[in-house]
């Protein structure tokens, strides 16, 4: 057998494959790298931030239960409940430097989500398949999850009340009523506007959560932990389990809110606030809405 030719070596050692690496982008040539860390970022920090966000949230539901918080002339259960989860949020030290390290993460996830997905390509017009539509689905939920992320920080986290039908400012001391005020467009009754806001949440809180629940499932794959299908199958169930208690959640909150009033939830409030000791100068519900 005629034995295989050596390659060429022109004043060095043969190093082709180095330089087809090198010519590539950077992204592309530490595609293992990046793609784990988007994989990672999406679970820590983000993910356990939604799991705790939706489970404070749904407090104002799951806060019914506590009979405790029901005592009294204006108690409200659910108010209480939620109001204390906020107090507690707004207790924490170098709460800035939290919201920023998690701000920065999910401009990471974003970023390279929409690079990744621009240059992936879905098939659902020809294989109509299950996890086919997932894929795309799983890319349009992440274009307008970022955009409910923005609307939903610029509007609570920021003040830009001028995007609130009524321009009410949540405020951390008057949580349940003041968000109440801000998915009703106003504390009396429910307007045309706020119903198309309360419409953009559900869409927005709905995508995020199917984007988490899947996203859980191909992380598996891209850090292989599930190769086999029985397992991919197996841990698929476990996400849309996973994923219906988290979406559970997420709709008790937006209808908890919605169908919250507004003065009623502002007394229960202040008997919280005077329950513990708390003063405040901060405006009413009414009075916020009337501006």
């Known amino acids: 057998m005629a034995s295989r030719p050596s390659p060429v070596r022109f004043g060095g050692p043969w190093r082709l494959p180095a330089v087809a690496d090198s010519a590539k982008p950077f992204l592309e040539r530490n595609y293992f790298l990046f793609r784990r860390l988007h994989s990672l970022s999406g679970i820590v920090p983000i993910g356990v931030f939604l799991v705790s966000h939706l489970l404070t949230n749904s407090s104002v539901v799951w806060g019914l239960t506590d009979s405790r918080k029901a005592l009294g002339e204006h108690a409200h259960a659910g108010v209480a409940t939620f109001q204390h989860e906020v107090d507690f949020i707004h207790s924490i030290p170098f709460l800035l430097i939290i919201e920023v390290s998690l701000w920065g993460a999910i401009a990471f996830h974003s970023i390279l989500g929409v690079f990744y997905a621009m240059s992936g390509k879905g098939n659902t017009h020809r294989y109509a398949y299950q996890d086919n539509f997932r894929y795309t689905l799983q890319r349009i939920s992440g274009y307008l999850g970022i955009l409910f992320i923005f609307y939903h920080v610029a509007t609570l986290r920021w003040g830009w009340t001028f995007l609130i039908p009524g321009g009410t400012a949540w405020s951390a001391e008057f949580a349940a009523s ?44 891209t850090w292989g932990l599930t190769l086999s299908a029985s397992a991919q199958k197996r841990w698929g169930m476990a996400c849309a389990g996973l994923g219906a208690g988290l979406m559970a959640m997420a709709w008790a909150s937006l209808f908890g809110f919605l169908l919250l009033d507004p003065a009623k939830a502002r007394k229960a409030e202040e008997a919280h606030h005077a329950g513990h000791g708390h003063a405040s100068q901060v405006e009413s519900p009414a009075a916020d809405a009337s501006k």
Do not use: E, K, Q
């Not at 968000?179 to 198309?196: E, K, S």
């Open 178 to 221: 003041t968000m109440a005020t801000i998915l009703r467009g106003g504390t009396d009754g429910i307007t045309m506007p706020a119903v198309l806001v309360a419409v953009g949440y559900f869409l927005g809180i709905s995508l995020l959560v199917f984007h988490f629940a899947n996203g859980l499932w191909t992380a598996a794959i």
